[in-house]
C-alpha cells in the first residue's frame, strides 16, 4: 500500500481546520474517516504532515544467532537440544531451537563412540525362520455325507 501523497495531505489538513468533519473529508477525498482522524491527531500532537517510514521487522532468531549455533554444534557435535540452549544461555524453547537448525540446515548426530540406543526387538522370535511351516493334517478323508445317519 502506497503513502498518501504530500499535497493530499496537506488539502486534509486545510479542511479538517476549516471545521469539517473527519467523515466529510474522508468521503471527499476517498480516504477512511479513521484514518484522517488519526491524521489529524498525530498532526496536533507533533506537528508531523510526512508519511512516517514503516518499522522494519526484528530478524528471525535463526539469522540472529547463527554464528553462535554454528560454533556451538561444531565444538561439541552431541549435545542434546537442552545441553545446547543450557552452553548458550539462550531463553528459548526447545522446538525454537530446533526450528533453527532446520532452518540453518545444521544437523548433529551422537558419537559413533557412545552407546548404542536401547531400539531393538522387544518380544523373541516366534520360531526358526525358513523352516517346513505347520504340520499337516492327519486326516486327509471327506468327512462329510450327504446321507442321514
Known sequence: MAAISLDLRRRVLADCRAGHTFAAVGRKYTV???WVRVFFRRFEQTGEIAARSHA??????HVRHEATL???VTAIPDRTLAGLRAHLGLKVSIATLWAALHALKISFKKSRSGPPSRTGRMSPPSGPRGGPGKPASASTASSFSTRRG
Open 32 to 34: 477512511s474517516a479513521e
Open 70 to 72: 554454528r560454533a556451538a
Open 56 to 61: 522494519t521487522r526484528r530478524q528471525p532468531f
